[in-house]
């Protein structure tokens, strides 16, 4: 998910699909509408986060539908811009703590349906 978003945040593409294969429901929504302020206001992003994620419980156990991940997301190369090239913030990325529930599909697929990404130095 974060690839795909980092992925459609070079352009700020609001409407990319590549996002909607890995995430719905709220996730998705939260994505979206990140990507359309960034749209807004003229705003890119440039590299990507470096992710580390681990499952932390399954629900049920013997044959889960619901899982909950756990990250320490790096944002140190993944920063916003604004077109043309400046940065947007004087903000650097770096260290967050990062918390998703993930969820099988009727389809069989898996998508991130709710996440939390909590302040720098979390983690």
């Not at 890995?22 to 003229?42: E, K, P, Q």
């Amino acid at each position: 998910m974060w690839r795909a978003m980092a992925k459609a945040g070079e352009t700020a593409d609001w409407q990319s699909p590549e996002v909607a294969k890995y995430a719905t429901g709220d996730a998705l929504g939260v994505i979206n509408r990140s990507l359309y302020t960034d749209h807004l206001n003229g705003v890119v992003s440039k590299g990507a986060p470096v992710t580390s994620p681990k499952v932390t419980e399954e629900k049920p156990p013997s044959k889960p539908t619901t899982i909950m991940i756990s990250d320490c997301g790096d944002s140190a190369n993944w920063l916003k811009y604004k077109k043309d090239g400046s940065p947007f913030t004087d903000s650097p990325g770096g260290h967050r703590a990062i918390t998703a529930e993930v969820k099988k599909q009727a389809d069989g697929s898996w998508k991130v349906t709710r996440f939390a990404v909590e302040g720098l130095g979390t983690c």
